[in-house]
Structures are given as structure tokens and as C-alpha cells.
């Protein structure tokens, strides 16, 4: 007898529920990172529709940092738990291009196959006859199995619904976070409501989803489950089998669930050895879709005055006494004796350039949305000197100069294995070093750079989130490779299992 549900629709239902808890729960660790959600652009604390925090923030800029708002969550819940939204971010990657892999493979299946007939309504007729079975489910009854061919109207259009509708509204929300496809494509991320538009709507697509997974399983086991459950498992309708059905579907709800758990705790016991794993894991998807987008100046004509926030939120506060004397002497001087150390020891010679030798090189200025990788986005308008027009001054690129390093005088906020705090740093690939919008900006909305936004030279790169936006800037060196500084991993927040280098998502 052939089975009304083949085996690839089987497999396919059991890989959708193993990876959508990776996508969901890594999903929570990431929103926990900041547990607050904006339509405007400019995330002015007060201003949010919805916060899963009772803290209030002042609207003075540069007081507390975004790190700081960092949730903890039990690893029982999110993937993988307790401030880890770096490694939350790599789970949702690799969850999410699995899922969609899946989901691609699914799709294409049940069109191949004819089965499509069966969840896409062809008639009219279905939107009566799911009101008829919404009204007896609200009435606490329940469709008579000839309702169900084999499913009813109302799952029809539900599953329409979510495969056709949730699933690809979730999937481009996501999408247009990434700050790769905001700086090649900003028209798309403003189709979207903008950054926090489309964060809010992936939200909202999220718990759309929890719902329909409750509902779903719920009713498998309230609706039929005689015949649910061993045409789920066996293919066929057979009610003699459901004893069997039932045990192994509750049986195989514990197992994933348990995995799911047990990836928390595993990804928890190292957490360097999981960014390596996963970012190993990742990299091909990043090589595929985003790593070819490179960035056009069209975006600049895309925001306006109008678009400036009002509030910046600020991530690294302004250096303190006991993190740079150096730097605190140069503000209290107005930074008149502060210089750019440019080069490096792989350069031979450093030069060291004051704020008026960098401004004799051409200026450039643009308006740009700024996101942070932990949700938040700001726009403003940043003027400054471009990267490569300053690195020009130093000559032709050193041979074994492959990548390029930025030290801050500010120390990171604090070091993932609790040592000491060291310098903020960041690598950036050769690639990001010659984009037209990466800058080394003096200048914020025509002013001077406030203090705690970098003051006097920060860095820009408008295709990355702002963990590569180095503030405060002491030094900037060619080196040969990022394995040998810091942690080996290209930054301070990648050293922290917070990014993969050059994550760009
Ligand atoms: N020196 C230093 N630079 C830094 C950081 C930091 O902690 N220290 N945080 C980075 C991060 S994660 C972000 S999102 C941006 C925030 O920039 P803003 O404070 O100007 O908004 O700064 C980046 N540059
Ligand atoms: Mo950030």
C-alpha cells in the first residue's frame, strides 16, 4: 500500500522540529541580549512598543552601555544560554541554514509530487468549510474524521499560512538585519520598516510561530490522534498501531527536546571550541550569500537629514582613569597633542599623524544607519577621512600585510575569561579597509565627535555590525595575521565568542 505520507514528508517533518527548537531557542538568546523592541529607528529608551526589563534608562547618551542590558537566561530555555549572544548568533545561523535547506527541499518535494494539492487550497470553498470546523473547535468539539482528506480546511489554509507566508516573512526579516545586505541593498531593509521594523516583525513572526507549534502538536494528540499519530510515523492509517504511534512520538519529543538542551550545555562546557565548530560550520553560508555583497554609495542617498536619530545608543564607555592617563591628557588638551600612530611594525616606520594632518586629506561624509549586533540601530550623519586615503600615506601595502589592525585606547568592557582588561581591538580584512564607506570619522551630525562616541577618531565600516567600529582610536597597523593578537580571532568581541571575524550578519 503506498503511504499517503511518504517517507521524505516523514524525515522532513522530524528534521523541521529538531532544527526550528535550534532556530527558536538561539532566537531567545539573541533578543536577550537586549530584551526590547522599537518601530523607530532611533531606539530611544521610552520609546519602545514592547521590553522585557522593568530597568529604565536615562535618555542621556553615553551613561550605561548596551552590554550592560544584557539578560541572562537559564540554557534550559535559549541556545546556549547565560550572556551568550555570540554563540547564539552562530546557533541561529547554522540552525537557520538548515532549516531553510530543509524547508527548500520540502517545498520543492511536495510540488514534484503532487502533494501540494493537499495543503494549497484550490477553492473558494475552503474558507466556509474552516470557519464550519473553527466553529465546532470553539465549541470544543471536534471535526468528524471525514473532515479530514488528509486535513481539513482549517489546517489547510494554516498550513498555507505558515509555509507560504510566516516562514518566508521570517526569513526576509532576518535577512534584513544583516548590515551586508543594509549597506548593498538599503532599500530593501527600508521596505521592511527598517532595522527595527524588521526586528520587530521577525519577533512577531517568532511568537506567531510558538503559537502554531503549540496549537499543532496540542491537537495532533487531541484531534484523531488514532489515526494522527500512525500516519505521522508509519505512513498509513492504521489504527492499530497507535499504542505504538503514541510511544514513539512522545518518546521522540523527549529525545529532541533533551538535544536541544544538551547542545546548551555542550556548546557552555567550551565555548572557544564551539566558535570554532560553528563558525567553521557557518563560514561556506557567509562565503555564499553575504561575503559577495560589497557595498554601494547608493545607500548614501538613501537616508536624509530627516532619517538622524535623536538618541545614540553608546556600547564602550569613555576611557576612565585607570584604563588610559594618556588618553584622558589628550582630552583635557582638546586633543591637540594626540596622534595617530599609523603603521606598524610590519610597515618599518610609524607615522604619527595629528587631527589636522588627517583633515587635510580629502573628506567624506554620508548618512548611515548604524546597528549593533545585539538589535539596537542609530542613524547619523558621519563625516571623516576614508581608511585607504590614509593608509595611502603610508605607501604601497607591506607583502605580508593581509589584514589590518585597529586598538583603541578604551579597554574592552570586560574579558570573557575575567583577566584583566586589555585594549579594544578589531581586525579588518583588506576587503573592509578599502570600501568607500570605511572611514576613520572626526565628525558626528557637523560636530566634533562627542566623547563618548570615540572622540576624536573612531572607526566606520558601514558594512559591519559596530563591534568593528573601533573608538577612541590609538593605533592602526598592517599585520600579517589576526592569529597572532588578542585571542587569535580577529577582535576583541570575536576573542570574546561574541562574532565570527568578519561576520557581516
Ligand atoms: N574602544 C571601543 N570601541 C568600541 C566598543 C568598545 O567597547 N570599545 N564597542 C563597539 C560596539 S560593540 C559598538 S555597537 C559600537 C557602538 O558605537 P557607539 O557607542 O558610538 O554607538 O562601538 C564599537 N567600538
Ligand atoms: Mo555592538
Not at 118 to 135: G, H, K, N, Y
Not at 477 to 482: L, M, Q, V
Request: proline content about 5%; aromatic content about 12%; hydrophobic content about 45%.
Amino acid at each position: 500500500m503506498n503511504p499517503d505520507f511518504p517517507l521524505w514528508l516523514r524525515a522532513s517533518h522530524l528534521l523541521n522540529f529538531v532544527l526550528i527548537g535550534i532556530v527558536l531557542r538561539s532566537g531567545w538568546e539573541i533578543i536577550a541580549s537586549l530584551p526590547r523592541l522599537w518601530w523607530r529607528n532611533d531606539c530611544k529608551p521610552g520609546t519602545e512598543w514592547l521590553k522585557f526589563t522593568r530597568r529604565t534608562l536615562s535618555t542621556e547618551e553615553g551613561v550605561y552601555t548596551s552590554l550592560m542590558e544584557e539578560r541572562s537566561v537559564s540554557p534550559l530555555l535559549t541556545l546556549p544560554g547565560h550572556k551568550n549572544i555570540g554563540l547564539g548568533r552562530h546557533w541561529h545561523g547554522l540552525g537557520v541554514s538548515l532549516w531553510m535547506l530543509n524547508g527548500l527541499v520540502y517545498v520543492v518535494l511536495l510540488f514534484a509530487t503532487g502533494l501540494w494539492r493537499r495543503i494549497i487550497p484550490t477553492s473558494w470553498d475552503v474558507f466556509p468549510e474552516a470557519f464550519e470546523s473553527l466553529r465546532i473547535y470553539l465549541g470544543f468539539g471536534i471535526p468528524t474524521v471525514e473532515y479530514f482528506r488528509p486535513y481539513d480546511a482549517l489546517q489547510m489554509l494554516i498550513y498555507t499560512g505558515v509555509v507560504f507566508v510566516l516562514a518566508p516573512l521570517l526569513i526576509l526579516t532576518g535577512i534584513a538585519m544583516a548590515p551586508a545586505v543594509r549597506s548593498r541593498f538599503p532599500w530593501y531593509v527600508k521596505v521592511c520598516g527598517g532595522h527595527q521594523g524588521a526586528r520587530s516583525l521577525h519577533f512577531i513572526g517568532m511568537l506567531l510561530m510558538c503559537v502554531f507549534i503549540v496549537m499543532h502538536v496540542g491537537l495532533v494528540f487531541i484531534v484523531h490522534a488514532e489515526y494522527n499519530l500512525p500516519h505521522m510515523l508509519f505512513g498509513v492509517t492504521d489504527t492499530a498501531q497507535y499504542a505504538q504511534a503514541f510511544t514513539i512520538t512522545i518518546a521522540t519529543i523527549v529525545v529532541v527536546i533533551g538535544g536541544w538542551i544538551a547542545l546548551s550545555y555542550l556548546t557552555l562546557a567550551d565555548r572557544a571550541r564551539a566558535q570554532r565548530v560553528l563558525v567553521a560550520l557557518t563560514e561556506p553560508v557567509r562565503k555564499l550569500t553575504l561575503n559577495w555583497m560589497k557595498p554601494r554609495m547608493s545607500r548614501q542617498s538613501t537616508y536624509t537629514e530627516k532619517d538622524i536619530s535623536e538618541f545614540h545608543w553608546t556600547n564602550g564607555l569613555t576611557p576612565t582613569a585607570d584604563e588610559s592617563t594618556e588618553w584622558l591628557e589628550h582630552q583635557a588638551n582638546g586633543f591637540r597633542n594626540w596622534r595617530l600612530e599609523l603603521g606598524g611594525d610590519l610597515n618599518g616606520e610609524t607615522l604619527n599623524l595629528s587631527l589636522e594632518d588627517l583633515k587635510t586629506l580629502p573628506q567624506t561624509e554620508y548618512i548611515a544607519v548604524h546597528s549593533c549586533m545585539q538589535g539596537w540601530s542609530a542613524t547619523a550623519k558621519w563625516g571623516g577621512v576614508r581608511l585607504r586615503d590614509v593608509l595611502a600615506l603610508l605607501g604601497p601595502r607591506p607583502v605580508d600585510a593581509h589584514y589590518l589592525m585597529v586598538t583603541s585606547h578604551g579597554l574592552a568592557q570586560e574579558m570573557y575569561d575575567h583577566r584583566t582588561r586589555e585594549p579594544f581591538y578589531a581586525v579588518l580584512s583588506l576587503d573592509m579597509v578599502t570600501e568607500d564607506d570605511t572611514i576613520l570619522a572626526y565628525e558626528r551630525n557637523d560636530h566634533p565627535l562627542d566623547i563618548h562616541l570615540g572622540a576624536p577618531l573612531r572607526l566606520r565600516v558601514e558594512s559591519n555590525h559596530g563591534y568593528k567600529m573601533v573608538k577612541w582610536i590609538k593605533s592602526i597597523e598592517w599585520i600579517k595575521d589576526y592569529a597572532d593578537h588578542g585571542d587569535g580571532r580577529g577582535g576583541t568581541r570575536e576573542d570574546a565568542a561574541l562574532q565570527a571575524f568578519n561576520g557581516r550578519i
